[in-house]
């Protein structure tokens, strides 16, 4: 089996530091096709919505097979595949915290931030994710698209890049809430979801076509068995 990694904390850079990212995916983008129609622009197999692309189409440089702490759920309605989407949900935190602003130029919102030791290594559960090696901006391009906004368009990055696990949101929308959940190799590793938590929303089944892609970009990675995967998946589906 190929390593599983886990994250470090991320304590922050100059802005100009920072060119390179991790996009961590939990959802359907685990799978390299359909990640890369996001990047080069198009539509996935078996998709139902054609993608513009990233300004720079370059594929990812790496990836990783990453575990979390946290839950996967499903909700709302995806417009692609049919039946719910996927979310990621934080554990709780123990610790100390307090509100920031977002006041970049291209979102504003509020965004909570705590101790470096963080909620991603707290709380019960874990979460099968896979992390692409991406430019600062193609991550702000991929996230413009699942927030239905152009290329280009994307949420500024400053605020979840300054330092510690950071939730910064940009919008009341699903997948408008950005995440840095940590580091990787030295460098931030950021991803987004909902701003709210699975108990505030009807829990909806993902659509087979869905859990298809899931399934197949774990499977990807060749870091978890058919077993554990059907298994992971289902009990997220059931929940």
């Known amino acids: 089996m190929a390593e599983v990694r886990t994250l470090d904390c991320w304590e922050g850079a100059p802005r100009s530091a920072v ?22 622009g198009g539509r996935a197999e078996g998709g139902a919505l054609e993608h513009p692309g990233c300004r720079d189409p370059e594929p990812p440089r790496a990836w990783a097979a990453l575990e ?8 709302t309605e995806s417009r692609i595949w049919g039946g719910g989407r996927a979310f990621f949900e934080r554990p709780e935190d123990s ?11 291209k979102g504003s919102g509020i965004g909570w931030t705590g101790p470096h030791a963080g909620w ?19 991550f702000a391009d ?37 995440l840095c959940l940590g580091a990787l190799d030295g460098r931030p590793a950021l991803t987004f979801t909902a ?20 399934a197949g970009g774990l499977g990807e990675t060749g870091a978890w068995s058919a077993a554990v995967i059907r298994a992971y998946l289902a009990t997220a589906a059931a929940a």
């Open 120 to 138: 991603v290594g707290r709380g019960t559960g874990r979460v099968l994710a896979r992390a692409y090696d991406v430019s600062r901006n193609q």
């Open 95 to 105: 610790g100390p915290g307090r509100m920031d602003s977002d006041t970049g130029p």
């Open 19 to 40: 060119d390179r990212v991790w996009y961590v995916s939990y959802g359907s983008n685990m799978r390299l096709a359909r990640f890369l129609a996001y990047v080069r």
């Open 142 to 178: 991929v996230a413009a698209q699942e927030m239905y906004r152009a290329p280009g368009e994307g949420p500024a990055l400053e605020t979840v890049l300054a330092g510690g696990e950071r939730a910064v949101r940009c919008g009341p929308g699903r997948y408008e809430t950005l």
């Open 195 to 214: 701003p709210w938590r699975a108990a505030d929303v009807a829990p909806n089944p993902p659509s087979t076509r869905y859990l298809t892609q899931l």
């Open 68 to 75: 979390l702490r946290g839950r996967l759920y499903f909700a």
